[in-house]
């Protein structure tokens, strides 16, 4: 009887996508920010797990092929592949089209969706949650047992949880068309600094804020998103009346400063996990953030923070409240964590 095949090694960025930052050894160098530590690896060893997507038996109601998430990721980047080469050949010509900005637009949301990061996030955000609900019951309610219930989720039930998410064709199309709202830009660069990229490669930014903090919301005033697509290009989207002035270059092609480089790759070492990725060894930028900011380098760090109204008892009902969450991990604050 033939064995099933299984792929243990599992990406949460595809190898495919890598390759557009090795140099002419085939290879790129990782630093990883907790260590300290540089060191080159391959697009088949970098940003990787074993069994990252397997969904764990017991997990979900019905029983779940060995690597059907694998797999169907592997099927959609196969569909991407060739959308990313033509996109980036396109930039060079000028000749970038409205149609292929909006066809590669759920791939961003995907890679967004599908990392380390996102779930640590999502894990991170029903945990303060459901513990802030049990905490106000149990206020109301047994007010003696106040800080002695818990709230818990197994951590193995997570890529169950993250799979349902982000393979929800609804859910991606949905956030697809919102940026597609946006302007898009292809920032290319021809500086001697190559693009970073890293472990979690679709970074936002909220360029505008409010009482609570700044706005990264989608649909926000001053949205940012920014994704490195190989060593030498970059796909902005940008919120339109935040950046009107840069209207001119919408659906187009331009080229970057050295500020804006540095800018850019600075979003990578601040946003990703553990690991930002360079096809040179050119590290002293992340270097000196995770000097800066030595927050950063640690993988575990908080991301979330949750603040709701309370649970108010009326007699005969009890209220709901409405939950805020905030994503922490981005530097300047806390950040609305939402889509």
Known sequence: MATEQRTRAQHYVPQFYLRGFINRTKKLFCYDKASDRMYPTSPAGAAQETDFYEIVPGTTREPVKTNAVEDQLGRIESAYKPMLEKLISCADEGKLTPDQLIDFAPFVVLQW???????????????????????????????????KVHFRLDRKCMAAVHAEQMLRPE????????????????????????????????????????????????????????????????????????FKAWREYDGRAVELTDEQVTDYNGLQVRRSSQRVYCADDDFDLSRAICKAEPNVRDPNRPRVRVESTPIVDDGDTKKNYTFTIESLHNRGGAHRFGV
């Open 113 to 147: 969706m599908r990392t380390k990061t996102y779930r640590d996030t999502t894990y991170e955000s029903i945990i303060k949650k459901g513990q802030t609900f049990v905490d106000d019951m149990t206020r109301l309610n047994f007010p003696n047992q106040v800080g």
């Open 171 to 242: 859910v991606v199309l949905e956030m697809a068309r919102e940026l597609d709202r946006l302007f898009w830009v292809i920032g290319i660069n021809k500086t001697k600094h190559l693009f970073y990229t890293s472990d979690h490669p679709v970074v936002r930014r909220g360029n505008c804020r409010d009482e609570v903090g700044p706005l990264v919301g989608v649909r926000d005033p001053g949205i940012e998103f920014a994704f490195p697509l190989d060593s030498r290009h970059i796909l902005l989207i940008m919120e339109r009346t935040h």
